[in-house]
């Protein structure tokens, strides 16, 4: 059987090496992608601080429900948080890592640490949440901000949708009827 080579589309493994995961991208375009995701870890880091902070805590009647929902909140952050630096990694950027990085770059209060009920700990949560949702919605808004950058794009609708469930939730447990 006779195979037919195209020199055009065969790369050598040192021109595949230097190959963008994610083909070519704007290089500006992709600095402000890295550059939002940085920002969105940040303030990932900030409300799984809180959450977690919130999960030691937290007192009263339905301690034992609520010490539950908010370790399955603070765990899916976490891994939220994995998957926003593997984002920024996959673009060639460097994620941000340290303590020092989150709190000089995030936009969510550290929180009132002290003797907060647990309604009023849950609505600091929402508030943050929803925080985090108008940022997402504002870079997907921004035609500039992804510009051909569709996985990226695509990836932002992914953790917005987790957000709105989970601030859903987070209302639910505080609603009255």
Known sequence: MATSTNTKSQ???????????VGKLPEESNKESIAFLNLLLANEYTLFTKTLNFHWNIVGPRFNSLHEFLETQYRALLDEMDDIAERVRVLGGRPMSTVKEFSQSNSIE?????????????????RDHMIIQHQIKDALDDDSLLKRDHGTEDFLVGVLKNHEMTSWKLKSLIETQ
């Open 11 to 21: 790369l050598s493994e040192k021109e595949v090496k230097k190959m963008n995961p």
């Open 110 to 126: 550290s929180g009132k640490e002290a003797n907060l009920s647990a309604d009023e700990m849950i609505s600091e949560l929402l």
